[in-house]
Structures are given as structure tokens and as C-alpha cells.
């Protein structure tokens, strides 16, 4: 079930489900770059008004899972019209600033979105835009990501799957009568 906050904007209840806490792993693969598999977390946020505020840091995972160094960082702002038509302003670490739009799908929790404008520093590296699909699937987000370069066509080359963090103190509120020490609780 998604929890919808009573203060959030309301425009933005269709994308009610990014909110919060993600945490998970994905493989990324683009030619000229290593391929690797690596972590994320994501956080989607809002403050009442009509966007919710977005960022995301991933890094490369060695064989056993851990952190070996930064990969990318994302952050931007995310917006949705009476039609279901989304846009999300998006800057990178690498110096890329981007505007997507796309659409929420009709009857379920699914962003497709593409880049209709790019601008890029003298040290980013070549990019021309890209496509990501996010998907709220069994309370999990995943998403795929798509890039083109002037030199490669558009194909994925990044892809994840995220489960909510969730804070204890969220569901130990509704716990009624739980002793001083919390001890007793697990007896």
C-alpha cells in the first residue's frame, strides 16, 4: 500500500510512490566505459509545494558487494500535470544538466521518460540523451536507463533494482504498549 502524505502537494499523488528512502544494486554497461555492478540510494522528497526533490549516488560494487569508489551522482526535481505528463529537471556530477518529460502510464505505477533538452560542461564526456523507465513493482522501484552518444546509438547501459528503506521509528509509532526498555516486546 502506498502511504500518501497528508501534506503532499496535491499534483503530486500519482508519484506518491517514489517518495522515501531507496536502497539497492544494478549492473552498468556502455561501451567505452568499465562494466561493473554497482549500489545506489535514491531519495525522493517533497516540502509541500508542487515538486518532489530527487537524488541519487551509485557507486561500484566489488565481487562481494562493497564499496569500491563513486560512480555518478544525480540530483533534480520532478514534476506531473493534470495529465499525467511528466518533467524532471535533472542535474549529474559529470557535468550534464538535463530536461526530461515523459508520462505516468494509465492504471499503473510506470514513468517513461526521455531527454528533450541536454547542455554539458567541457569536461563531461560525450552524451547526447537517453530514455529511463521506472517502475514501482511489488513495493520495489526499478528502473532502466538508456544513453546515446555521438559515436553509440541510443541502448541501456544502466539498471537497478531498489527496495524502500524503512525507518523504525515509522512503524514502531503504531505500536501500542510496548515497555519502557522494549525488551518484553520480544518475549
Known amino acids: 500500500m502506498i502511504e500518501i502524505p497528508s501534506d503532499l502537494h496535491p499534483d503530486l499523488v500519482p508519484l506518491a510512490f517514489l517518495l522515501g528512502n531507496w536502497e539497492g544494486a544494478g549492473v552498468s554497461d556502455f561501451p567505452g566505459a568499465e562494466k561493473c555492478n554497482f549500489g545506489q540510494e535514491a531519495t525522493f522528497t517533497h516540502d509541500g509545494r508542487d515538486f518532489l526533490e530527487y537524488i541519487s549516488h551509485t557507486w561500484v560494487l ?17 514534476r506531473i500535470d493534470k495529465d499525467r505528463k511528466v518533467e524532471v529537471v535533472m542535474i549529474r556530477d559529470q557535468g550534464v544538466v538535463e530536461i526530461w518529460y515523459g508520462e505516468l502510464a494509465d492504471g499503473k505505477p510506470q514513468i517513461d521518460l526521455a531527454t528533450d533538452a541536454v547542455a554539458r560542461t567541457s569536461a563531461s564526456g560525450p552524451y547526447s540523451g537517453g530514455k529511463r523507465l521506472y517502475g514501482y513493482v511489488n513495493s520495489d ?19 537497478a533494482h531498489l527496495k524502500k528503506v524503512v525507518d523504525p521509528r515509522e512503524w514502531a509509532k503504531d505500536l501500542k504498549d510496548l515497555p519502557d526498555d522494549g525488551i518484553a516486546f520480544f518475549r
Open 62 to 78: 566489488d565481487s562481494e558487494g562493497k564499496k569500491v569508489r563513486p560512480l555518478e551522482s544525480e540530483s533534480g526535481y520532478w
Open 141 to 159: 522501484l526499478m528502473w532502466v536507463g538508456e544513453k546515446a552518444t555521438p559515436e553509440v546509438e541510443l541502448r541501456p547501459y544502466m539498471s
